[in-house]
């Protein structure tokens, strides 16, 4: 990233889309108590290991594919506070779908900057 914002964002979505992912995995081995669970808990890891491997190579190299596909992950995590309601784990998605989107907001003069 060219910008001290444009870094720090990145930073966050790194941190922010592994621990997810981190969270996501003891999921599966420890939380889930069905066969459901367990799938919805491969899923959202499955998404938050694509987003740290986009992270890492395509979205430092500022491309501007990789910055649209990182919204993905974002929309997925914030959709857990809609389905979810009023819950800890709602509120506690929510939560980390504004701080993601602050993150990648920080990121958008880097990739769309006038050339």
Do not use: C, K
Not at 18 to 29: C, D, E, F, R, V
Not at 65 to 85: D, H, K, R
């Amino acid at each position: 990233m060219r910008t001290v914002l444009g870094r720090a964002g990145w930073v966050v979505l790194l941190v922010t889309n592994t621990l997810m992912l981190l969270n996501h995995l003891i999921g599966i081995a420890f939380v889930a108590a069905s066969t459901d669970e367990r799938q919805m808990f491969v899923a959202y890891a499955a998404v938050n290991a694509l987003a740290v491997l986009v992270l890492l190579f395509p979205y430092r190299a500022r491309l501007r594919w990789a910055w649209w596909a990182s919204w993905i992950p974002v929309l997925a995590i914030g959709a857990v506070f809609f389905i979810g309601g009023l819950t800890a784990i709602g509120w506690a998605y929510g939560l980390t779908a504004v701080v993601m989107t602050l993150a990648q907001l920080a990121t958008l003069r880097d990739f769309f900057r006038a050339t």
